[in-house]
């Protein structure tokens, strides 16, 4: 994520606009290396994504916060509809 801004000029914008799979960003609200408006910045072009702030985590936010994270994660996971044939028949 470092490079998100330089990145723009190379196309990223238009790739993550393209993207339609269900996409979770998780950012610590304290980050100090790259801003909740970054992050912001980044689901803005991406319609199917959602951004989970953590508050009080910085950058390594998995590692400060684990458990908000994996919260996150699960919950993701449970609002995302299986795409057919991925799930063995009952």
């Known amino acids: 994520m470092a490079l998100w801004l330089p990145s723009q000029q190379r196309g990223l914008r238009g790739s993550l606009a393209r993207l339609t799979v269900p996409t979770l960003v998780i950012w610590g609200g304290a980050d100090r290396i790259n801003s909740v408006a970054n992050g912001q910045a980044l689901v803005a072009v991406q319609p199917s994504a959602r951004l989970v702030i953590v508050p009080g985590?910085?950058?390594?936010?998995?590692?400060?916060?684990?458990?908000?994270?994996?919260?996150?994660?699960?919950?993701?996971?449970?609002?995302v509809p299986a795409q057919p044939g991925t799930r063995p028949a009952a």
């Open 57 to 79: 985590a910085g950058h390594n936010v998995q590692e400060e916060a684990p458990r908000a994270v994996a919260d996150a994660i699960l919950c993701h996971a449970g609002a």
